[in-house]
């Protein structure tokens, strides 16, 4: 019995000392500013740009794709579809945050920098 007692006592030792040391928890905030960007998460709290890392997700970046004949046609109405086209192209998404959208983010553990993770939809 008093064995039984010590292993449970050690294992809420271990558990607590898991929670106290927040490895990581995932907060949800509201865009409130895009330049500077600002998210604020409660009325007492608003996260500076300075603390926020954000992902491909949540900002504006360029990539490369490839369209073959039939899609460009489809895409941008050649007639009758050329070759004259790379295989490649770069284009831009448009992604970065707006005012007003919900994002979900990770806080770092026993730290003040958050990972903004994407858009929360509702």
């Known amino acids: 019995?008093?064995?039984s007692n010590l292993?449970?006592?050690?294992?809420?030792?271990?558990?607590?000392?898991?929670k106290?040391?927040?490895?990581?928890d995932y907060i949800v905030?509201?865009?409130v500013s895009?330049?500077?960007?600002?998210?604020?998460?409660s009325q007492a709290l608003t996260l500076e740009e300075e603390?926020?890392?954000?992902?491909?997700?949540?900002t504006d970046f360029e990539t490369e794709f490839t369209l073959d004949q039939i899609g460009i046609y489809h895409v941008v109405h050649i007639d009758p579809p050329?070759?004259?086209?790379?295989?490649?192209?770069?284009?831009t998404i448009h992604n970065a945050l707006k005012t007003g959208e919900k994002v979900l983010m990770i806080q770092k553990?026993?730290?003040?920098?958050?990972?903004v993770i994407d858009r929360v939809v509702t």
């Open 20 to 24: 106290a040391m927040k490895p990581c």
């Open 1 to 3: 019995m008093a064995s």
């Open 7 to 18: 292993i449970q006592l050690i294992q809420q030792i271990a558990v607590n000392a898991v």
């Open 51 to 58: 603390f926020l890392h954000l992902t491909r997700n949540v």
């Open 34 to 41: 895009e330049k500077p960007l600002k998210i604020k998460v």
């Open 29 to 31: 905030g509201t865009v």
């Open 82 to 91: 050329t070759d004259t086209w790379a295989d490649k192209q770069k284009v």
């Open 109 to 115: 553990s026993g730290g003040q920098d958050f990972i």
